[in-house]
């Protein structure tokens, strides 16, 4: 049992709002930091007050008649954890008129360990069933828009999905594992649809591909926020490249919407049957897809490699570049290496950006320290120095050579690389010069 209200954040936002922090750290530190829809008028939805109750238990009588299906889906807001949408399946009841959200966005903080399991990415969320117009209360205040989508459905599908839902939403039933990629609420959605219909979604997403990744719809849709996407694209492993079948491209709710448009129903009819725009978009509207280029990472790392060098006769400046740049790379890496070792955030795992990041770093800054003082560093001090050099060269070199699991980190190596290059031979230029 829950001993307290359930907290609502969508969940999309929450734990990639974490992910997005943790590994935006070494970011922010280191670098300052759908197909067409018959859109006929759906019937009206029945209006509920805040504290209207759901629609009553949902009919086994065959001859009822069917409920409503629709798909809600919300735009993104402008706050960290609203980025990336939302949805919920509503379900309007034939008796009463009364139209219920099913929102799988659902946690509860008063859970034990609740935090200690939040970072090492093992969250229990949960799908709730509320009053459609108390869902859509915070969206209205915020500005987002929200459309549905309503379907059509078998009246057998349609009542089936309805029986699901409600048995799914009791307190016993309602935990899931949240993974905010393969099990999210824009995937629990799809998923509680595909059953009610049979395979008929999977059937008919899971062979396409517009050739999205993981890392390129998150960075897309983080985009408004830089410390944000930065923190994805530096903090993703090789698993967030993977390209993306249009099944497992709905992890994004508004994906989702653009699929569902281009679903047929097991008559061969368009699964939706018609869209009506509940709230109107007030904010920006989602960032578009734009192509990402590496040149401009390594320009930038280059002219920061010729300062460097520019500052082989200043040595105690060179030092006070080099220590926060040092310092920041290992606190980085070491984000990176506890995502990947201690963590149950798989979409970080095996990350090549910790051959840029390096934890190593974390022993040149005693030699930056001690140049700034006017003494020259330790004997180990130049071998580091190209230690970390070299393993930044290695992430270059398996980016070459790995065709059967790339990691799109390209613009890191070509921002990094001439940068730990520099350093390493101006400061071992300097020691061999006295």
Not at 29 to 49: I, K
Not at 71 to 98: K, N
């Amino acid at each position: 049992m829950i001993a307290r209200p359930l907290s609502r954040w969508p969940a999309r936002g929450w734990p990639q709002w974490l992910l997005g922090t943790l590994l935006a750290c070494c970011a922010a530190f280191a670098f300052a930091q759908a197909g067409d829809a018959d859109l006929a008028a759906p019937p009206a939805l029945a209006p509920a007050s805040a504290a209207a109750p759901v629609a009553g238990p949902p009919s086994t009588d065959a001859s009822a008649p069917a409920p409503r299906i629709g798909v809600a889906t919300m735009q993104p807001g402008e706050v960290f954890f609203e980025r990336f949408g939302h949805d919920a399946i509503v379900v309007v009841d034939p008796r009463s008129g009364q139209a219920t959200s099913y929102n799988f966005g659902f946690f509860d903080p008063s859970e034990p360990d609740f935090v200690s399991r939040f970072a090492a990415g093992d969250m229990m969320y949960y799908l709730v069933a509320l009053p459609l117009q108390d869902d859509l209360a915070q969206y209205r205040d915020a500005g987002r828009g929200v459309d549905i989508q309503w379907l059509d459905m078998e009246p057998a599908q349609a009542r089936a999905l309805q029986q699901a839902l409600a048995w799914r939403a009791r307190p016993e039933n309602a935990r899931y594992r949240y993974d905010y990629y393969t099990a999210n609420c824009a995937t629990m959605v799809r998923d509680a649809l595909d059953r009610a219909l049979g395979g008929t979604l999977h059937a008919q997403l899971s062979g396409r591909s517009r050739g999205n990744t993981y890392r390129s719809e998150s960075v897309r849709l983080a985009s408004p926020a830089p410390w944000m996407w930065l923190g994805f694209d530096l903090g993703l492993g090789p698993f967030a490249d993977k390209p993306l079948s249009r099944w497992e491209e709905a992890f994004v709710p508004m994906r989702l919407a653009e699929s569902l448009g281009e679903v047929r129903n097991s008559a061969g009819r368009p699964l939706v049957q018609s869209r009506q725009q509940v709230l109107p978009q007030r904010l920006a509207p989602e960032p578009q897809e734009q192509a990402r280029h590496w040149w401009p990472w390594l320009l930038a790392g280059l002219l920061v490699a010729v300062g460097v060098v520019a500052l082989a006769r200043r040595p105690r400046w060179l030092a006070a570049l080099a220590l926060p740049f040092w310092l920041l790379c290992a606190l980085g890496g070491g984000v990176l290496l506890y995502l990947w070792g201690f963590s149950d955030h798989r979409a970080a795992w095996a990350n090549r950006n910790l051959l840029l990041l390096d934890p190593l770093c974390l022993l040149l800054v005693g030699g930056a320290i001690a140049q700034l003082r006017g003494r020259p560093p330790g004997r180990w001090f130049g071998l580091v120095l190209w230690l970390v050099v070299a393993l930044a060269g290695a992430a270059l070199l398996i980016h070459w050579l790995s065709m059967l699991q790339p990691q799109f980190n390209l613009q890191w190596i070509a921002l990094l690389l001439p940068v730990h290059a520099a350093l390493a031979w101006t400061f071992t230029r300097r020691r061999l010069q006295r």
